[in-house]
């Protein structure tokens, strides 16, 4: 059974940081992607970040892009966002997703793209 279980929210004050770990078991996505998506209280899941094993390509929605960075650690099946100068904005439950396979870089942003869902994680940024 794969499961991917996310860690790392909490809640922090604006222009902190906070890192988010997401670990697979089950099956392996060496060859597939790795992301991360988000919800905010009445509004739909959004892409936020994704990192593609074949050739370490990384995406960032325009909104995080320059204070977010996505890494992965394919030994332990994990992959990581590191997030900085976070705003209130960012305040939203954020989900690991991940695919065996190998997306082409359109397909990115699209949640139906991912087979595989972590149970979410809460990010509160608050003073």
């Known amino acids: 059974q794969v499961q991917l279980v996310e860690s790392g929210g909490g809640l922090v004050e604006p222009g902190t940081s906070l890192r988010l770990s997401c670990e697979a078991s089950?099956?392996?996505?060496?060859?597939?992607?790795m992301g991360w998506f988000r919800q905010a209280p009445g509004k739909e899941r959004e892409f936020v970040a994704t990192f593609r094993r074949t050739d370490r390509s990384t995406a960032y929605a325009d909104s995080v892009r320059g204070r977010f960075t996505i890494s992965r650690d394919n030994a332990k099946s994990m992959v990581t966002l590191l997030m900085n100068s976070l705003k209130p904005e960012d305040t939203a439950v954020y989900y690991c997703?991940?695919?065996?396979?190998?997306?082409?870089?359109?397909?990115?942003?699209?949640?139906?793209?991912?087979?595989?869902w972590g149970q979410g994680t809460q990010v509160t940024v608050s003073s």
């Open positions: 089950g099956r392996s996505f060496s060859r597939g992607v």
């Open positions: 997703a991940a695919t065996g396979r190998t997306l082409i870089t359109s397909s990115f942003r699209d949640p139906g793209q991912y087979d595989y």
